[in-house]
Each structure stands twice: as C-alpha cells, then as structure tokens.
C-alpha cells in the first residue's frame, strides 16, 4: 500500500508537516484544550457544578464526611476529595439531596463513574 505523503498542520499560520492530517503535536495540545473549556463553559449540565450552591453543598458534604466512603466499607483509610451522586443525576438522581452525595477518593469515584457508563451503555436484549 501506498504512504500517504505528509501534509502541513491544519492550524491556521503552523508551517510543521505531520505524517498524518491533522494537527502538529503543539498544536493538537492546544486544540484538545480549547474543546475542553468550550465544553466546560457551554455545557449546561456541567456548568452546574461550577454553581455557587454546589461549590458550598460540595464542601459541606466533605467536611461532614471527610473519608472515602467505599474505602471505609473496605477497611481502608482515604481522605475523600470528591462529592459523588449516589444515584446518578441522570438516571434521575436528586442533585442538591444531602442523602443522595457521598464523599470518595478519585480512585473511588473513577472505579465507579466507569461502571455507570459501561452499563449506561449496554443496550438491554429482547
């Protein structure tokens, strides 16, 4: 098979050639950033957590528990950095329900928000 002959970065003004089309390594780096605090700042679902009425539920949740939850069913000792929905918002999860947060480590949470998404997207058979 024929190489593809190498092509200059698409970013407007970058004279770098990549084997590949697209961006140079820089500038990927830059366009990846961008498309993140885009997404941050119009995403209306995750513009939520930048409110002011989580920022103080968030830190009121934390202080009151300040252990990672799954960690201490596990006889484990970790200090908990993030506030996690128990039932997820979008599985109908109350957002501001004091009894619907918990405190955990991002190990924790990671572990847990990758399991809500696999089984978010397993489509049920018939």
């Given at each position: ?34 498309y ?24 009121l ?62 489509v049920?058979?018939?």
């Amino acid at each position: 098979m024929a190489r593809r002959a190498p092509t200059p970065c698409r970013y407007r003004g970058c004279a770098a050639v990549v084997a590949q089309p697209g961006y140079c390594d820089h500038h990927q780096a830059m366009v990846h950033r961008d498309y993140g605090r885009a997404r941050r700042l119009f995403d209306t679902e995750l513009n939520f957590y930048q409110s002011t009425t989580w920022r103080r539920l968030r830190k009121l949740v934390l202080s009151e528990d300040p252990l990672c939850r799954i960690c201490s069913v596990l006889g484990r000792v970790s200090l908990a950095t993030v506030v996690d929905h128990v039932v997820p918002v979008k599985a109908g999860g109350a957002r501001f329900d004091m009894a619907n947060l918990q405190g955990l480590c991002v190990a924790c949470h990671n572990r847990k928000s990758a399991i809500e998404s696999a089984n978010a997207r397993q489509v049920p058979a018939f």
